[in-house]
T-cell receptor, first 110, second 112 residues
């Protein structure tokens, strides 16, 4: 079965420290991977997607097909990065169903 | 441009009562979705509608019904609410090719 696993429910780091939020998936095809973020009192929104290969708000994520991972990284955490982060998978571009991980709450401490 | 609007934002029900969550999008998206968000469970798909006139079950459809009223609107109905349906419900829409999901603000439902 297709699955997205985020092993950490809560990740606490100090401001200025590096951050890595882990995401592993199980799917045999060529999926599309996303990171969504939900800041306090805001809507869930797209942070980045593997296809675009962009850096958004200093975050990057590389799709590692060998390890079936799509970890989210930022070299220097900021307090405003504190939020709930969800990794999500779409089976292929143009398909309808998305599978979400259970989410990781990131707390950046001053 | 409001994006995805869902109502109500909060609702308290008694077991056995019925209610409908409303969702509307103004982005001309073909696909619409209903998710529920529970602690430790992440977002789980209840139902989705690939296009106007079609609906399909997601991971957790039991106890729910949906209606794709037109291209803009997609409603979720609880016919006989149960405490296990206490959750935060999110409506979302997307353009199938682009793939980005746009979410509503969420509806917090408590079933006593």
């Amino acid at each position: 079965a297709q699955r997205v696993t985020q092993p950490e429910k809560l990740l606490s780091v100090f401001k200025g420290a590096p951050v890595e939020l882990k995401c592993n998936y199980s799917y045999s095809g060529s999926p599309e991977l996303f990171w969504y973020v939900q800041y306090s009192r805001q809507r869930l929104q797209l942070l980045l997607r593997h296809i675009s290969r962009e850096s958004i708000k200093g975050f990057t994520a590389d799709l590692n097909k060998g390890e079936t991972s799509f970890h989210l990284k930022k070299p220097f955490a900021q307090e405003e990065d504190s939020a709930m982060y969800y990794c999500a998978l779409r089976k292929a571009p143009g398909t309808y169903k998305y599978i979400f991980g259970t989410g990781t709450r990131l707390k950046v401490l001053a | 441009n409001a994006g995805v609007t869902q109502t109500p934002k909060f609702q308290v029900l008694k077991t056995g009562q019925s209610m409908t969550l409303q969702c509307a999008q103004d982005m001309n998206h073909n696909s619409m979705y209903w998710y529920r968000q529970d602690p430790g469970m992440g977002l789980r798909l209840i139902y989705y509608s690939a296009s106007e006139g079609t609906t399909d079950k997601g991971e957790v459809p039991n106890g729910y019904n949906v209606s794709r009223l037109n291209k803009r609107e997609f409603s979720l109905r609880l016919e006989s609410a149960a405490p296990s349906q206490t959750s935060v419900y999110f409506c979302a829409s997307s353009d199938r090719e682009n793939g980005e999901l746009f979410f509503g603000e969420g509806s917090r439902l408590t079933v006593l």
